[in-house]
């Protein structure tokens, strides 16, 4: 685990390090524009963190309360349902040299524990760039998608692209 790291929910001033961060991550095919990741933190403040290292950020989440089996397209705005029984993991992205530091596992914790004590009974994500086996760690699942707007939706990442969800403690 790093020194000195602290997971605290991100403010607007954070996005031009996110964005940083989000390309060294993804491909330029995945990189979103900053006018959506600010919608997303305005959406969702309360389900959207960074981690904080002594030289900077290291580290985001974003993600809000959703229905589980809903999945946001790639590009997409956030629409949170108060109602919802999941937590929408949709974006965790490391800076390069903090990767392998156990941030993203930090920050994972951080999300579950939150759905958690807002009675959340699921967490889902669509897992890219064969992250499968990270995810499976951290107790995700694939899971079916029936829905045919759903199926549309994940087929907007970049192969493969996989949902995967967890049931969450009561």
Sequence with gaps: ?????????????DLPAVMAIQAQAYP??????????????QAS??????????DGLAGYLFGYRSQHGKITAL????????????????DLAIARQ????????QLIKQALAAAQAMKMRHAALVSVQDAQPFWAKHGFKPAAVDDPKQAKNLGSY????????????A
């Design 28 to 41: 330029p095919v995945m990189n979103e524009p900053e006018a959506v990741f600010a919608q997303r933190l």
């Design 45 to 54: 403040p309360d389900y959207c963190w960074v981690a904080e290292l002594d």
């Design 1 to 13: 685990m790093p020194v000195n790291t602290d997971i605290r929910r991100m403010c607007a001033a």
């Design 98 to 105: 903090a990767r392998g530091s156990g941030v993203a596992g």
């Design 75 to 90: 590009g997409a705005g956030f629409t949170p349902s108060e109602a919802g029984d999941c937590l929408y993991l949709h």
């Design 158 to 169: 970049p192969p493969p692209a996989c949902y995967m969800s967890q049931p969450l403690a």
